[in-house]
């Protein structure tokens, strides 16, 4: 007799529904370990550092001339050079004077449109052409701006003046007889203060002085830019010994508003007469770089720095060296 074997029991649906959640349990917590180990081994984005707060300070140099400050005993002014861009330029117009040199270099535009062609300001046309301290306080009011010149021309109704706007927040020009002392225990207090200025304009005489003195290329046109540079030192020191200086983000430029003759004096158009330069030291300016800059160039390097737009209304003559 044969016997048929048994068949194996068929699963019941119940059993079916069972094992097909088990496997599904299982696949998904496949899945979720695998997800996680993914997660573990992906880096971590790094933390983008925080953007720093933007501060800008020109330096006027009367009468500086570049050539010189590589022969002075001048190490601030050199280390700005070795970390930045050292840009010589040459006056293109006749008149190579402070009043036309200061007010093309504040501006960014050139005699032809703001006017100045002499020390006494007559023609001035600037409230077309404004400076660029004015410029910040009308694109971004709240930022602070600050000048202060040993020349009050600049700063003052005197002789002219002045050239900065009383839209300016703070404008100062020492008594007399405390002459670029006085400028520099001014620039030096400010800066140093929690509400140090977002923009400062700071001119120095003394070099100029020295030029009329003594001449261009005399001991004591030297030993005064000498002089300029400890004071240069004294303001570089407010800003990096600043509790917040590591979030802020400085543009310093020195600059001149012409040069002079061996002999001594200018105004004509000799080629020591018509020397200008500007030191570039910050953000966008490699070390030890070199070019060539316009004065028209100073004003628009400035504002951009800040983050404010150049307008092609304000029609300017020059463009960010960055």
Request: positive net charge.
């Amino acid at each position: 007799m044969s016997h048929t074997p048994a068949r194996p029991a068929r699963p019941t649906r119940r059993t079916l529904l069972t094992g097909a959640a088990a496997t599904a349990a299982a696949a998904m917590t496949a899945a979720a370990t695998g997800t996680a180990h993914a997660a573990a081994a992906r880096p971590t984005p790094a933390r983008r550092p925080a953007a720093r707060t933007p501060k800008a300070l020109l330096i006027g140099l009367d009468g500086c001339m570049l050539d010189r400050v590589a022969e002075a005993d001048a190490p601030h002014l050199h280390r700005l050079i070795a970390g930045g861009l050292r840009a010589p330029g040459t006056i293109p117009y006749a008149f190579t004077l402070s009043g036309p040199g200061w007010s093309t270099l504040a501006t960014g535009v050139w005699p032809t449109k703001h006017g100045v062609r002499d020390n006494t300001f007559r023609g001035q046309r600037f409230a077309t052409y404004p400076d660029a301290l004015t410029r910040v306080e009308h694109a971004r009011p709240a930022l602070r701006t600050y000048a202060v010149s040993s020349w009050p021309q600049l700063t003052s109704a005197t002789g002219g003046g002045p050239l900065f706007s009383p839209a300016v927040d703070v404008r100062v020009a020492p008594p007399g007889s405390a002459y670029d002392a006085g400028t520099t225990r001014d620039a030096v207090a400010r800066l140093s203060a929690t509400d140090a200025p977002d923009a400062s304009f700071i001119q120095l005489d003394n070099i100029d002085h020295a030029g009329h003195a003594s001449g261009g290329a005399s001991r004591a046109y030297l030993e005064a830019i000498a002089g300029a540079d400890a004071q240069v030192g004294q303001m570089l020191t407010a800003i990096t010994t600043r509790p917040t200086h590591a979030a802020e983000d400085w543009l310093i430029m020195v600059t001149a508003d012409h040069g002079h003759t061996d002999a001594g004096g200018h105004g004509g158009t000799s080629a020591r007469e018509k020397q200008t330069f500007v030191i570039a030291h910050g953000t966008g300016f490699a070390p030890g770089s070199t070019g060539t800059s316009r004065m028209v160039d100073v004003a628009p390097t400035l504002l951009t720095h800040l983050g404010i737009a150049i307008d092609p209304r304000w029609h300017l003559d020059g463009a960010s060296l960055r």
